[in-house]
């Protein structure tokens, strides 16, 4: 069967793709379910991870009370950075594996669900650090086997962390950008209580809604999974596999849902309707990311990040210089979707149409210019930054940020067409000023 023609399966490609969804709960007050949830999992003691900020809201306690109340005991580990390292994660490890635990609660952004599934990891099955994490940094061995269950509350609309089986990582040693990634990291269970983004300042929001954006418009765009060779083992078929057709229904909803209330929720955060819906498309986001996989706003972005001098941006911890994740993916779009567009034009309309863009005399030859000025709007309208000038780059670091993104070739693969080093060195250079 072929359902489409962008998912014709030529000589060696994989005509089939794999779908991993954890089960989740989506509404308002739904934090006070976890208790019920562990409960049902039959946890009796979990580690309970959070980062230093959230553990001063009153989310933890609402999980907290819920756990005590199902009878679930519980211990907090409240030490997880912005930015999770090899030594973050090997800390968070360490206090997974003095316990018996029996399950994992994280109540967090991006970071703190990361760290989860990986102290999960670790303690469930402890080997070198570098064992599990990517080839080629790491040995990228599969997860021997299923995780202790672990329940996922996101407090951002953003990383969709709560439905994906990845944890990213900056490896210290190399000052490098890798992850560990498996369908066995999976959270079980998802709560995603839209109430919790109440409190969370419009840069936070800016930043993770448009992670969010990228996650479905780079899945849309991604190189068609019947593209990829197959392996020949079912079960080593790579969550990034490319675009297919379940990963084009969530993205098209999360691309119709972001276009309609990112700036909305940005802008007031008393609009309970478009911070809720912004919750919930991130949540649809991740799960279309976590089975297409993410291309070059991603691979460029880890280089964005690391490569970071001075830079602050408000309402993120003051301490260290960080651009967020969700600006450094977001500042390489219009740029990159500038320079994919031709490899599949009517994808690059179909998401600037899901975003709400002027498709008036649209024609493919366009598509690439329409999704960027759209994208560039949608930046504007939410005072986001006006390209990587604003985040303290400049002419001269083109080819140090090309060098840094280059090795990310697991997820610049994924790009509709192939990518050079010159042709990076072109988006990063086009990335430099959009305004
Ligand atoms: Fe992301």
Known sequence: ??????????????????????????GAGCLAESG???????????????????ARLPHIDTVRKSLTSAGVDCAVYDEVTVEPTDASLKAAAKFASADRFDGFVSVGGGSVMDTCKAANLYATYPADFLAYVNAPIGGGQPVPGPLKPHIACPTTSGTGSECTGIAIFDLLSMKAKTGLMSRR???????IDPLVTRTLPPTIVAASGFDAMSHALESLTARPHAARSRTGIASQRPMNQGANLWSDMGAREALRLIGQYLVRAVKDPADEEARANMMYAA????MT??????????????????????FRAPD??????????GMSVMLNAPAVYRFTAPACPDRHLEGAQCLGADMRGAAPADAGEVLAKHLIKMMQATDFPG??????????????????AYPQQRVIKN????????DLRGMFRNAMRYW
């Open 387 to 404: 390209g990587l000038e604003y985040v303290g780059y400049s002419a001269s670091d083109v080819d140090a940020l090309t060098d840094g």
């Open 185 to 191: 990291m999976i959270p079980t269970v998802a709560l």
């Open 36 to 54: 019920a949830h562990a409960k049902g999992l039959g946890l009796k003691r979990v580690a309970l991870f959070t980062d230093p900020r959230v």
């Open 415 to 422: 790009a509709p067409r192939d990518v050079s080093k010159d």
């Open 283 to 286: 949540m649809v986001a991740g």
């Open 316 to 325: 993120y911890p003051p301490e260290e210089p960080m651009v967020p994740h």
């Open 289 to 310: 990311f976590s089975n297409a996989g993410c291309h070059l706003p991603h691979g460029m972005s880890y280089a964005v990040s690391g490569l970071v001098r001075e």
């Open 1 to 26: 069967m072929h359902c489409c023609q962008y998912y014709m399966a030529t000589g060696e490609g994989d005509p089939s793709f794999t779908v991993d969804v954890p089960q989740f709960t989506f």
